[in-house]
């Protein structure tokens, strides 16, 4: 059965830090670009992250570069998201999604599979 599974958010106060995780699991993890993406409530879903299949390639949306870095431990078949210098406006659920791209887009991943989330609130 394929799943995503992202664990690791929270609660963290504005300027912590936090690490999401993507477990995968049900398909052949070392074939997919990975994505993170994130909605607020009110707000339309946007692509925060992305790492192609390899782990060779990123890319970041703007408002998080600088801040977050995603990595992938294909031998674990997890991708990771370091979040640092949170903000309020990172509050949102964040969600991994798999493409089956040895690239990685973004804007333009276009996800087959996502996993169901996890929230991130910044506050103080």
């Known amino acids: 059965q394929l799943q995503l599974v992202e664990s690791g958010g929270g609660l963290v106060q504005p300027g912590g830090s936090l690490r999401l995780s993507c477990a995968a699991s049900?398909?052949?993890?070392?074939?997919?670009?990975i994505g993170w993406f994130r909605q607020a409530p009110g707000k339309e879903r946007e692509g925060v992250s992305c790492i192609s299949s390899s782990g060779g390639s990123t890319n970041y949306a703007d408002s998080v570069k600088g801040r977050f870095t995603i990595s992938r431990d294909n031998a674990k078949n997890t991708v990771y998201l370091q979040m640092k210098s949170l903000k309020p406006e990172d509050t949102a659920v964040y969600y991994c999604?798999?493409?089956?791209?040895?690239?990685?887009?973004?804007?333009?991943?276009?996800?087959?599979?996502w996993g169901q989330g996890t929230q991130v609130t910044v506050s103080s």
């Open positions: 999604a798999a493409a089956l791209l040895h690239s990685c887009p973004l804007p333009g991943f276009r996800a087959n599979y």
């Open positions: 049900g398909f052949t993890f070392g074939a997919y670009a």
